[in-house]
């Protein structure tokens, strides 16, 4: 059995948000798959296994009042990150970036942690 590249299972799992096709999703995460979101603070929701990181990132994908748009990929191996815009509303501030570290092997995501930079107050050591 041949196995997708580490880019190629990248490319197709943010095909499916940017498409807006589900079943791209399918084949690509494993069945012991893991995924944080980046919500809630500060440590995001755990979503453990195949199905249910399915579930997740399906809901997603179908979710027409809002869009993910990638805007860069850098793939090491195995690893990759994605950092990206996500717009969740049609206001002109209603948007946040983020990244996403991702684990590929053998052609399936094994790993998925979100990140992003947060509305509100963060104290900064400048501040002080």
Same mark, same amino acid.
């Given at each position: 059995?041949?196995?997708?590249?580490?880019?190629?299972?990248?490319?197709?799992?943010?095909?499916?948000?940017?498409? %807006?096709?589900?079943?791209?999703?399918?084949?690509?995460?494993?069945?012991?798959?893991?995924?944080?979101?980046?919500?809630?603070?500060?440590?995001?929701? %755990?979503?453990?296994?195949?199905?249910?990181?399915?579930?997740?990132?399906?809901?997603? *994908?179908?979710?027409?009042?809002? =869009?993910?748009?990638?805007?860069?990929? *850098?793939?090491?191996?195995?690893?990759?990150?994605? =950092?990206?815009?996500? =717009?969740?509303?049609?206001?002109?501030?209603?948007? *946040?970036?983020?990244?996403?570290?991702?684990?590929? %092997?053998?052609?399936?995501?094994?790993?998925?942690?979100?990140?992003?930079?947060?509305?509100?107050?963060?104290?900064?050591?400048?501040?002080?």
């Amino acid at each position: 059995m041949s196995f997708r590249s580490t880019a190629e299972v990248i490319d197709r799992f943010n095909r499916a948000f940017v498409d %807006r096709d589900r079943d791209l999703l399918a084949d690509l995460v494993a069945e012991d798959c893991v995924m944080e979101s980046v919500q809630p603070a500060p440590t995001g929701e %755990r979503v453990t296994g195949r199905q249910a990181c399915l579930d997740w990132w399906g809901a997603l *994908v179908d979710d027409r009042t809002s =869009r993910f748009e990638p805007q860069e990929v *850098v793939v090491a191996g195995e690893r990759a990150a994605i =950092r990206w815009n996500y =717009r969740y509303g049609p206001g002109p501030s209603d948007w *946040v970036s983020g990244v996403n570290l991702m684990h590929v %092997r053998d052609g399936q995501i094994i790993e998925a942690l979100g990140y992003s930079k947060t509305a509100g107050e963060v104290p900064l050591a400048t501040d002080n």
